[in-house]
Every structure is written in structure tokens, then in C-alpha cells.
DNA sequence: CAACTACATGACAATGTGTCAATTAAATTG
DNA sequence: CAATTTAATTGACACATTGTCATGTAGTTG
């Protein structure tokens, strides 16, 4: 037991020493521009060990991605006990994932970018679409709520939603190289179009 | 000056003929998994030549969204002369945007993806660039005419907006892979999502 | 036809990936 | 505690891909 167990907690530290190390290559330089090389040079071991804790450079990304979702799920948590109606939840949670990207930029290009991966190619994976899921319902569910406080119309179907949501966040937090053109064209701020995001959403959802 | 201009033209075929080749092989397989190889061999050159042409893969791929804009803009143009309120005209946009992505849903990819380069990284992508901002005003311009003969409010911001239904639009469209992975496990189809999409966006523009 | 020009080629250097035989370290056992 | 078994780590290897460039070739010109 005691033995088995030890061996399975260094095994964990290994395996977060490895997170860390990426992590902090790919929030400052940017995923794509870091090599399974630089991970093992950062972590101080060699490339070959990567591979004994992860399938690839993707499966380190969703293990970051995975962290995103605690952190993006704390979050949300902190809006529950706040005892809203419908529609103020989803302008609450709508604030807080712009906070999120705000305050943890790269765990967000990481909840993201692992969207790209294929959900059956790790175990990391699986577990992120666990996550996610989790987080994606916290939006959802007061949609739900909405609809029996009667703030919200109960024509609209709360996953679409959700979905449209999500996209008009992503839009928003620069995760669209054209949309960035476009902002720079047309003089618009990232604010501006966050607060244009939100009450968009807010005018076609509210009951009246 | 014949001799000079038959250079051109024929420069001009052999272009013609790399973005011919390239599209096939980026249509059916997909950009990521087509090299440079493959595309030399499509086009039955050296790999070599490709860069006399192309600065790399992505100024080819650039070339493809060219043509695409130019699809897109035919689309477009074809609604204009409809005589269309704003709003009628919006949900016109809306939905010839839509069967872009259903009928050339590869150069659709294309036009997406190429948002992700650089805008000057190369000549063919500063020239994407101008086509993009054409087909992005005649949205714009829309909204305006709304606000002009009555159909649209006027305390949106017609950037904003215009932007907003694009990522709606990019959301729809299997563009996002996180979406496809909330779709399937909600089981929402792509119709019912384009059609809560626009029904979305409509309820939040149109004048009471 | 000799000299020039522009174009096309494929070998090359660089960079990256994932694997695996060999090595090293750790644990177990008599 | 030495011998043996087991597990972990390493880096060299094979392979894929990119962009460049010296070399070759074919067409043009004086």
C-alpha cells in the first residue's frame, strides 16, 4: 500500500513539474511556438519522458485546459450564492468568463484551443469534456431558472443559447484572428463589444 | 509588349494551376494534412517551384479564401437588387451565408481559416483583406438602412453587430470544434442552431 | 551561335515528432 | 547486503516537413 502509494504521488509531482513547465512556455510564447524540446529543457528532463506522461504536446494542452475549467468553475461558483434571478445570472456569469479571460489568458486560449482536439484521442481529453460540461451546464441551468422566474422568454432553447453565448464570448476575447482585423479597421474596443455582446443577448432573451 | 504579356499570361496559368491543385487536395483532405509535397505533386512540379509562386502554404491557402470572397461576394450581391427592408435584408445576409458554408463549404474553411495569418505576412493576405471589408460592409451597410427606412434600432452599433452575427454565423458552422462536441451531446442540429442563431439576433435588432 | 535571362529542379540544412534499445536507478529477495 | 528483478529515464534513430539555394536547362536576343 504504502509503498504503491508513494510511488503513484511521485509519478503525480512528475507529471505537474511536466504541466508547469509547459504552462509557462506556452502562456508566454504561445502553443504553437514551443517544442516538446523546450517543455523538456524547461522541465530538466529528456523529450523521451514527455511521452511517458503524456500522449503528445495536445494531451499537455488539454491537462492545462483541464486546470482552465477548475479555475473557470470557481468562478462561476462565486455567482451562485448570490441569489439572482434568471437574467441577472447570465449577466453575471457572462462578466465573470470575461474576467476569466481577462485574468487567466492563457489558461483561456487553453480551455479554447483544446475545443480542437479530438475528444476520443486521450484520456486528458475525456476528462475535459467532463469539465466542460460541468461549466457549460452553470449557464444553462440559469437559462432554466429564467424561464421559472419569469425573466426570461420561454421560447428560446437554453443549449442554443448557451452555444450562441459561448461563441459571441469568443468572438470577443480576440480568439478570432478576422475579428481582431475588423476591431483595428473599424476603431472598436474589446469593452465595447463586450458590453455590445452582452446586452444583445440580454434584449432577445428578457420576457417582457 | 506581346512577348512581355505572354510571360504574364502564362505566369498567370501556372499559378492558376498550383491554387487549382492545392484546392482539390485542402477540399478533400483537409489543410493540415496536405505538405507542400503534395501539392507539388498534384501539380505536377517540384517543390521548389510552389515558392516561386507562393511564399509558403499559407499564401496559397490565402489565394483560395480570395476566391472565396469573391464567391461570397456574388452571393451577396445577387440579394441587393431585392429591394429589401434593413431587417428583410439582414435575414437575407443571414441566410445566403449560410448556404455559402452549405454549398462551398471548403472555400468557407478557407475564408475562416485564413483569418488566423498575419495580415502582412504577404501580398495575397492584404488583398484578402480587401475583399473581406467589402463583403463585412454590405452587413454593415444593411443595418444602416434599417435605421434609415425604420426596421432597425438605432442604439445599436452596426460594427458590433455585424461582427457579432459573424461569429454567430462561424459558430454554426462547424467552424468551432467544442460546439460540435455540445451539439452531439445535446442533440442539436446544425438547421436548429442557424435558425435560433438568426431568430436571436433579429429579435435583438428589429424596431418595436 | 554565343551570351544572357528567367525559370525549374531537387539536394540540403534545419527543425520537429514519436519510438525504442540501451542504460541507469530503484526495489525486492534470499 | 549482494544479487537479481523491475521500473524509469535517456538520447539516438527514423521519419516527416519546411524553405533555400546552387546547379542545370530552355528559351530569347544581339
Keep these: 500500500m504504502t509503498k504503491a502509494y508513494r510511488k503513484e504521488k511521485e509519478r503525480e509531482i512528475r507529471r505537474k513539474d511536466i504541466i508547469d513547465a509547459a504552462e509557462k512556455l506556452f502562456f508566454s510564447r504561445g502553443f504553437d511556438n514551443v517544442s516538446m524540446n523546450d517543455v523538456a529543457k524547461q522541465a530538466e528532463m529528456a523529450r ?4 511517458l506522461y503524456f500522449k503528445n504536446k495536445n494531451d499537455i494542452y488539454a491537462a492545462i485546459a483541464i486546470r482552465a475549467a477548475k479555475i473557470l468553475g470557481e468562478m462561476f461558483s462565486e455567482v451562485q450564492p448570490q441569489n439572482l434571478t434568471g437574467i ?3 449577466r453575471a456569469l457572462s462578466f465573470t468568463y470575461y ?7 492563457g489558461y483561456y486560449h487553453a480551455y479554447y484551443h483544446s475545443g480542437v482536439f479530438d475528444y476520443k484521442s486521450s484520456h486528458n481529453m475525456e476528462k475535459l469534456k467532463e469539465v466542460r460540461k460541468i461549466n457549460f451546464q452553470v449557464v444553462s441551468d440559469a437559462i432554466k431558472e429564467g424561464f421559472a422566474d419569469g ?3 420561454e421560447d428560446i432553447d437554453p443549449v442554443a443559447t448557451t ?3 459561448l461563441s459571441m464570448s469568443n468572438n470577443v476575447n480576440n480568439i478570432i484572428p478576422a475579428t481582431q482585423m475588423y476591431m483595428d479597421e473599424y476603431e472598436l474596443t474589446q469593452d465595447e ?3 455590445s455582446s452582452l446586452e444583445m443577448v440580454l434584449r432577445s432573451i428578457e420576457k417582457q
Design 48 to 51: 523521451g519522458t514527455l511521452y
Design 88 to 90: 441577472e445570472k447570465i
Design 99 to 105: 474576467q476569466f479571460y481577462k485574468k487567466h489568458t
Design 151 to 153: 425573466t426570461i422568454r
Design 163 to 165: 452555444l450562441i453565448m
Design 193 to 195: 463589444l463586450f458590453e
